[in-house]
Nanobody, 121 residues
Framework: QVQLVESGGGLVQPGGSLRLSCAAS????????MGWYRQAPGKQRELVAD???????NYADSVKGRFTISRDNAANTVYLQMNSLKPEDTAVYYC???????????????WGKGTLVTVSS
């Protein structure tokens, strides 16, 4: 089993910055893609950004140029630096990682419990 724990959420004013962290722990063998998703009230969960083990990244159009995803493979940790935050960025942010155990060829998705980001004056 793999556990993901997010941290770094909170209340910030429009135009401000926050940095989210997500650390994976447990029986880790191989993690490929790690990513951040968000879910605003009354909306579906959506991809914010993800990053493969080799470092290639993917961003939602709404956050390009404002958010930066990065990871520390040795620490099994992924980060999301969020700048120029807008009220519409308010959501619960979830971390996801796809992990393969030593005895399997399949990657399974694991999710964190989420951290709330509120952008408001």
């Amino acid at each position: 089993q793999v556990q993901l724990v997010e941290s770094g959420g909170g209340l910030v004013q429009p135009g401000g910055s926050l940095r989210l962290s997500c650390a994976a722990s447990g029986s880790i063998f191989s993690i490929n893609t790690m990513g951040w998703y968000r879910q605003a009230p009354g909306k579906q969960r959506e991809l914010v950004a993800d990053i493969r083990r080799i470092g290639s990244t993917n961003y939602a159009d709404s956050v390009k140029g404002r958010f930066t995803i990065s990871r520390d493979n040795a620490a099994n940790t992924v980060y999301l630096q969020m700048n120029s935050l807008k009220p519409e960025d308010t959501a619960v942010y979830y971390c996801k990682a796809d992990h393969r155990s030593r005895l399997s060829t399949r990657y399974l998705d694991y999710w964190g419990k989420g951290t709330l980001v509120t952008v408001s004056s």
